[in-house]
């Protein structure tokens, strides 16, 4: 399954934005969905993540303010983020445990 990230976008300190992860192919609804993130000079780090039975998780920096969703009809899963901080930014990605990861959409956080 090919997994494309979109949805990034510049906003500031305290909004909100969805990002969505769109799938190819008819066995979405069997992975487990991953989004991680890479700020400028930073290593890519792990965010969230969701299963095919709907287990979710998160880094602890996130709980209570991102969400991660999916919708298997539609083949997309979703990272809701409230209450954005400027470091949250950096570019997010979706792919699976292992890989591939897609592109990575940038989020921009301003202060």
């Known amino acids: 399954v090919q997994l494309q990230a979109s949805g990034g976008g510049l906003v500031q300190a305290g909004g909100s934005l969805r990002l969505s992860c769109a799938g190819s192919?008819?066995?979405?609804?069997?992975?487990?969905v991953l989004w991680n993130r890479q700020a400028p000079g930073k290593s890519r780090e792990y965010v969230a993540g969701?299963?095919?039975?709907?287990?979710?998780n998160y880094k602890d920096s996130v709980k209570g303010r991102f969400t991660i969703s999916r919708d298997n009809v539609k083949n997309t899963a979703y990272l809701q983020m409230n209450s954005l901080k400027p470091e949250d930014t950096a570019v997010y990605y979706c792919?699976?445990?292992?890989?591939?990861w897609g592109q990575g959409t940038l989020v921009t956080v301003s202060s």
């Open positions: 792919g699976q445990p292992g890989g591939p």
């Open positions: 969701i299963t095919s039975g709907g287990s979710v």
């Open positions: 192919g008819s066995s979405f609804g069997t992975i487990t």
